[in-house]
């Protein structure tokens, strides 16, 4: 198999409400190093990223049996933007290939995306920022290795500017750390005065490494982790997820706050179908097909 693959998180698409989509990886592994990164779980040496192996010539290969116009995902195991994108140009290269042919949806909490506007500018695109705090004391532990929410924030002002939709990923709502309202306005706030029009919400799923790394760093948050995932929460396709009425109500929080902004809102993989704003794509991509500039 090549490197250009249907999306299909967990093999499964029980709780994925995702449109059919193709997935591409630039690079294996993330060195943005965030304490709740699943990938983790699942990909060897994952905090060591490198480029895959021969990436263009595959990447070629596999596009002629994509048919044009499909959704291509980039990325969602890694970030198409961490530094090594600076030394190899992967993303950019591939962006080259597929910008203007195919519906292009960037996940990243990279502001090195901006750089590449004038190719998602080229056709139908969206730009997925994730942004979980804009504490950077916060954000500094938690995505130890990531641009700051204000960088990641300047380019969502500098991708609306030039009219690239960009969606902003509140992902993941970890119980006590950045899910109080206060937090949850601000980030929203941030993203909506940026030129954000949909947001994407999610709640900490634990994997026994992200849960070590999460509880070294926040020992206070064991009584509550302990609470809402080992004694009330539900296991799902192998992540232990929070407690249905805990993530009900605080997915119900950041859905409001999102409509007083006069935003979208779609939660992600939580199986809260009522949270589904009409007429959306949860992942946001309808706005790849509504684009001010087509
Ligand atoms: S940016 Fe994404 S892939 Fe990279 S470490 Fe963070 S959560 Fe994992």
């Known amino acids: 198999m090549g490197y250009v693959r249907p999306f299909d998180p967990w093999r499964v698409t029980s709780l994925c409400t995702c449109p059919f989509k193709y997935t591409v990886n630039p690079y294996t592994g993330c060195s943005h190093g965030c304490l709740y990164c699943y990938a983790s779980s699942y990909i060897k040496r994952f905090f060591e990223p490198r480029p895959k192996a021969d990436f263009l010539r595959v990447v070629s290969r596999d596009l002629r049996r994509i048919p044009p116009g499909s959704i291509i995902n980039v990325s969602s195991s890694s970030d198409p933007y961490e530094p090594l994108e600076l030394k190899y140009g992967y993303t950019r290269s591939l962006l080259d290939m597929i910008a203007g042919k195919y519906v292009v949806e960037i996940v990243t909490k990279s502001d090195i995306v901006s750089r590449d506007?004038?190719?998602?500018?080229?056709?139908?695109?969206?730009?997925?920022?994730t942004i979980t705090t804009l504490d950077r004391s916060l954000a500094a532990k938690l995505e130890p290795r990531s641009p700051p929410p204000e960088r990641r924030l300047e380019a969502i002002r500098k991708l609306s500017e030039l009219g690239i939709p960009v969606v902003v990923r509140l992902d993941p709502l970890i119980p006590g750390l950045n899910d109080s309202l206060d937090s949850v306005k601000g980030v929203l706030e941030a993203a909506a005065t940026a030129?954000?029009?949909h947001v994407v919400c999610s709640t900490y799923k634990l994997k026994p490494d992200n849960l070590k790394r999460m509880v070294n760093e926040f020992p206070e948050l064991i009584p509550t982790l302990r609470e809402l995932y080992l004694s009330k929460g539900e296991k799902i396709h192998g992540y232990l997820y929070a407690s249905p009425s805990y993530r009900l109500r605080s997915l119900t929080v950041v859905r409001d706050q999102a409509h007083k902004l006069g935003l979208t809102f779609a939660p992600c993989r939580e199986g809260f179908p009522q949270l589904i704003d009409e007429k959306v794509s949860c992942d946001g991509t309808h706005l790849a097909f509504k684009s001010k500039r087509d």
């Open 117 to 129: 506007a004038d190719l998602l500018m080229k056709g139908s695109s969206v730009v997925s920022m």
């Open 195 to 197: 030129g954000v029009k």
